[in-house]
């Protein structure tokens, strides 16, 4: 069974500062993998994907994730944080064959300091 | 236009009660998603529909009924729900099923769902 894990539900960062949020998954198929954000009191808002065409993918508001497969993971990162960057982050997968179901992680909530 | 427009907003309602949600898209997408939203976890999805048929209901209980009435609409039919069942319900979009399994869905801001 496809499954991811978000380790850390809790990051906090300076302003400024880089931030890195973790996802590895487990999928006995190639992977189909999402990072969403969701500010507060809103829906989610995709932020990249990884269709296999790029191990690394840019996506909205500076942030950008390298799928790593002999470690099994998409971890998200941004190289300056911003207050703005402030919400919870989730990863999710699918892969072929499951008409679009998305499989999400527990979330990363991400808190920016001055 | 990327938008995915829900109401109400807000919605409380007594467990003997008869409300509806509501979902509407316009960017031609062909999979339509209801997802329930508990705090701080993530969402679950409760129902999938492609081409205005359910192609995915994820054992919910039957005081949840879905309905697409077009292509653009999606309704949430709640009857006789349980205190348990206050939630953030989300819809989504897709352009279609299957056909691009890297398709991206686009959440509606949800409709917050008290249950007294």
């Known amino acids: 069974a496809q499954s991811v894990t978000q380790l850390g539900s809790h990051v906090s960062v300076s302003e400024g500062a880089l931030v890195l949020l973790r996802c590895n998954y487990s999928s006995s198929v190639p992977p189909y993998l999402f990072w969403y954000v969701q500010y507060p009191n809103q829906g989610l808002q995709l932020l990249l994907k990884y269709t296999s065409a790029a191990t690394l993918v840019k996506g909205i508001n500076g942030f950008e994730a390298e799928f790593k497969k002999s470690e099994t993971s998409f971890h998200l990162t941004k190289p300056s944080a911003h207050m703005s960057d402030a919400a919870e982050y989730f990863c999710?997968?699918?892969?072929?064959?499951?008409?679009?179901?998305?499989?999400f992680g527990t979330g990363t909530r991400l808190q920016v300091t001055l | 236009d990327t938008e995915v427009t829900q109401t109400p907003k807000h919605l409380v309602m007594g467990m003997t009660n008869k409300k509806s949600l509501k979902c509407e898209q316009h960017?031609?997408?062909?999979?339509m998603y209801w997802y329930k939203q508990k705090a701080k976890k993530p969402p679950e999805l409760m129902f999938v529909?492609?081409?205005?048929?359910?192609?995915i209901n994820e054992s919910v209980p039957s005081r949840f009924s879905p309905e697409c009435p077009n292509s653009s609409l999606l309704n949430l039919h709640l009857h006789a729900l349980q205190p348990e069942d206050s939630a953030l319900y989300l819809c989504?979009?897709?352009?279609?099923?299957?056909?691009?399994?890297?398709?991206?869905?686009?959440f509606g801001p949800g409709t917050r769902l008290t249950v007294l």
């Open positions: 989504a979009s897709s352009q279609d099923l299957g056909l691009a399994v890297t398709d991206t869905q686009y």
């Open positions: 999710a997968v699918t892969y072929t064959g499951t008409a679009s179901k998305l499989t």
């Open positions: 960017m031609g997408h062909r999979a």
């Open positions: 529909y492609s081409y205005e048929k359910l192609s």
